[in-house]
């Protein structure tokens, strides 16, 4: 069964890598994703459909909350939001629960806000699927792959290692 969530906080080309990188996760939208009211400006992020028989929200969630500062409020939080976008009242009560069982894995409040999905703009195509498209970027390899390193880590039991085997030492 497939479902949708779309996650923001850092830059979308780190997020997208690495959703990319999971398995059950079938495909991730990079571009731009706008709230409702006070979050009605669009924000970096990625929308990630899944198949929740193979990786759970729960999991999507943790990955997210390890792979961006999801604790720290800093001044590019209007273009890197710390969010997470659900599309329906229920997923935004699923999403509120689980959070809150994961605050207790922090030092620090968590910060990430759970909004309602509004509008999506996709990234220019030359951008989408930049980690991909560029491993060897200096970006890449300095912002990329430690967040990957880290999934592999963290969160081997879900990691596709046929595309992070170049990372495996």
């Known amino acids: 069964m497939s479902q949708k969530i779309a996650l923001g906080g850092g830059c979308h080309w780190c997020t997208e890598a690495v959703y990319q990188s999971l398995k059950g996760v079938t495909k991730v939208e990079q571009g731009y ?3 409702v009211n006070d979050n009605n400006t669009f924000s970096e992020a990625v929308i990630v459909h899944f198949n929740v028989k193979e990786i759970s929200l729960k999991t999507l969630i943790k990955v997210h909350l390890y792979t961006h500062k999801s604790t720290s409020s800093h001044s ?55 980690y991909y498209k560029n491993p060897n970027k200096p970006f890449c390899k300095t912002f990329i792959n430690p967040k990957l390193k880290l999934v592999l880590n963290r969160f081997s039991k879900h990691a596709d290692k046929a595309k992070l085997n170049h990372l495996i030492e």
Request: aromatic share 14%; no cysteine; proline share 0%.
């Open 76 to 130: 590019m939080r209007d273009k890197y939001r710390s969010a997470i976008y659900t599309f329906s009242e229920k997923q935004k009560e699923d999403v509120s629960i689980i959070l809150e069982g994961f605050q207790n894995l922090f030092e620090n409040k968590l910060i990430i806000k759970v909004l309602l999905f509004n509008t999506f703009k996709a990234s220019r195509e030359q951008i989408a699927n930049y």
């Open 33 to 35: 994703v706008a709230s």
